[in-house]
C-alpha cells in the first residue's frame, strides 16, 4: 500500500524504495524519513533502542553571578556548585509571534520585548511553546529552511539577552500535522494513531522534530531543560470522541510507552539536561477513569468512572504518568469547579502542589509547576484577589525549599502574551490597560519569592555555558 504525500518543498513516498520521476526525486516515509534536499536518510524505527539513561536525579545549578544549569546523574559541577531553586514565567507565544507559520507577517520586535522586559524584572527563566499550534506544525513540514531560520533568530535573542528558557517541545498533535499536511494523499490519523501506532505518520513526523530540535538547540547556552509537550495527560482514558471517533483515548501505560520513546531520541542526543513530562495535574478522576468504563456500571469503583480519587489513588496516578521523567510536572490553576480528593471538602487550592511534591520527594524527582493562575481569564489579576492563587502557589515554593523539599521550579501563567492579549491577563511590565494594572504587584510577589528561595544569591541570574 503506497501513497505519494506532496509538499511545496518535498515528496514522501510510502515505500522503502528511492526512485526518480520527471528528475523529481520521490522520498521515504514509513519506517524511514528521507529529505529531498540533502538526500539524507533517517531512521524512523521504534525499535531501535535511543535511550542512553533512564530518569534520574534532576538539578539546577547555580554560580556565584546566578546563572544557572541544569544536569541529571551528577552533583551540580564546580563552575556551577550551589543548587537552587526558581520562579519563573511562561513567555508562551514567543515562537508563534514570531514565525510565519503563524503570524503573518512575523512580529519577531515584539517577541524581543518580552524577552528583554522578563530580563529587566529579573526574570531568570521562562518556559516557551517550541513549536506552532496544532496543524501550523504544517509550516515546519513544508517551508523548514524558513521555520529554523525564524526559530533561530530568536534564540539568538535569548541568547544575547541570558535569559534560561525550558523548551516545550510537543507531543500531542503530530496526527493534526500528518493530516493537514498529507490530506490529499489520504491521511487520515487520530490522536490515538500517533500514541499507539509506532508506524504512524504522526509519530514519524514527532520523531523527526524531536530529533531536529534537539540536535539544533544542543549547544545553545540559553536552553536550561527539555520538556516533551503540554498536558498530553488529560487525554488518558478519556471516552470518545477525544482521540478516535468512536474508540477511547490511550491508558496510561500506553500513553508511558509514547512519551518514554521521545524521551529516549533527547536522552540520545543530550544526555546532560533534564526532561519535563509537561503534564498537567492529574484529573481529579484519573484512578476511577483507569479502572471504570465511561459508561454503565463500575465494580472497582461504585461512584463510577467520573468519581472522586482519594489522595493516595491520586498521588499513584501521578507517579505512574510522570514515570520516566527526570522532573515531574504539574499544572494547576484556580477553578471552582474543581475538587480533589473529597466531594464534601474539596481540595482546589495550591496546596495540591505541595501534596504532589511530597510524593515527587519520595521518588528521587523534582517538581515543575509549569503552569499556575488565578481563575480564567484573570490569572496573573488585576486584583489582589485574584492574585491570591498565584501568591499562594509562591507561598508553597518557598515553604517547600524550607523543608528542603522537591519542588523546584515554577513558571506562573503568562508573561506578556501577544497572541491573546484579548482574551486574557497576563503580566505586561509598565501597561496601561485597566485589566493589566496587577503586573507591577505580581512581579513584585515573583521578585519576593526568588529572593527567598535563593537567600545567598549574588546578581541577577543568567544563563550558563552549554
Not at 505541595?354 to 509547576?369: F, H, K, M, T
Request: with cysteine.
Amino acid at each position: 500500500q503506497f501513497f505519494v504525500a506532496v509538499s511545496r518543498t518535498k515528496l514522501y513516498f510510502l515505500s522503502t524504495t528511492v526512485v526518480m520521476v520527471d528528475s523529481i526525486r520521490i522520498c521515504v516515509l514509513c519506517m524511514f524519513f528521507f529529505e529531498c534536499s540533502t538526500g539524507k536518510t533517517l531512521n524512523m524505527s521504534s525499535k531501535k533502542t535511543e535511550s542512553v539513561r533512564s530518569a534520574s536525579r534532576a538539578r539546577i545549578c547555580a554560580n556565584l553571578d546566578g546563572k544557572l544549569r541544569a544536569v541529571v546523574d551528577v552533583h551540580c559541577p564546580d563552575a556551577f556548585p550551589r543548587e537552587t531553586r526558581v520562579a519563573g514565567a511562561n513567555l508562551f507565544d514567543a515562537l508563534w509571534i514570531s514565525s510565519s507559520g503563524m503570524t503573518e507577517p512575523p512580529q519577531p520586535q515584539t517577541a524581543l520585548a518580552g524577552i528583554q522586559s522578563a530580563v529587566a524584572s529579573n526574570i531568570t527563566v521562562v518556559r516557551m511553546f517550541a513549536g506552532l499550534w496544532g496543524p501550523n506544525m504544517n509550516f515546519w513540514v513544508e517551508n523548514s529552511s524558513t521555520y529554523w531560520s525564524e526559530f533561530d533568530s530568536l534564540m539568538d535573542a535569548f541568547d544575547a539577552h541570558g535569559l534560561n528558557v525550558i523548551m516545550s517541545i510537543g507531543y500531542s498533535d503530530w496526527w493534526w500535522v500528518a493530516n493537514e499536511a498529507f490530506a490529499e494523499h489520504g491521511i487520515n490519523e487520530t490522536r490515538n494513531d500517533m500514541v499507539l501506532n509506532a508506524t504512524s505518520v504522526g509519530r514519524a513526523l514527532a520523531h523527526q522534530y524531536f530529533r531536529d530540535i534537539v540536535s539544533r538547540y544542543l549547544n545553545r547556552t540559553s536552553v536550561l531543560l527539555w520538556e516533551l509537550g503540554n498536558e498530553l495527560n488529560l487525554l488518558v482514558d478519556l471516552p470518545p470522541p477525544a482521540c478516535d471517533p468512536t474508540q477511547q483515548c490511550f491508558n496510561t501505560a500506553q500513553m508511558v510507552a509514547y512519551t518514554t520513546t521521545l524521551a529516549g531520541i533527547i536522552r540520545s542526543i543530550d544526555p546532560r539536561r533534564p526532561i519535563s513530562s509537561g503534564f498537567s495535574t492529574p484529573r481529579a478522576s484519573a484512578w476511577h477513569q483507569s479502572v471504570c468504563p465511561y459508561t454503565g456500571k463500575c465494580t472497582a469503583a461504585p461512584d463510577g468512572y467520573w468519581g472522586t480519587d482519594t489522595v493516595s489513588r491520586w498521588l499513584d496516578q501521578l507517579e505512574a504518568q510522570n514515570q520516566g521523567m527526570d522532573i515531574w510536572s504539574i499544572h494547576h490553576y484556580l477553578d471552582n469547579k474543581s475538587c480533589y480528593f473529597d466531594r464534601n471538602n474539596c481540595i482546589r487550592n495550591a496546596t495540591l502542589a505541595s501534596i504532589a511534591a511530597g510524593r515527587a520527594r519520595q521518588a528521587g524527582a523534582l517538581l515543575y509547576v509549569g503552569e499556575y493562575g488565578g481563575q480564567n481569564p484573570n490569572f496573573t489579576g488585576p486584583s489582589v484577589q485574584d492574585q491570591a492563587f498565584p501568591a499562594q502557589m509562591l507561598q508553597f515554593q518557598v515553604a517547600d525549599a524550607n523543608s528542603e523539599g522537591a519542588f523546584a521550579l515554577s513558571t506562573i501563567w503568562a508573561w506578556e502574551c501577544p497572541t491573546h492579549r484579548e482574551d486574557m491577563v497576563c503580566i505586561w511590565p509598565k501597561s496601561t490597560v485597566p485589566k493589566e494594572q496587577g503586573s507591577a504587584r505580581m512581579i513584585s510577589l515573583l521578585s519576593d519569592a526568588n529572593a527567598k528561595l535563593n537567600p545567598q544569591s549574588i546578581g541577577v541570574g543568567g544563563i550558563s555555558t552549554a
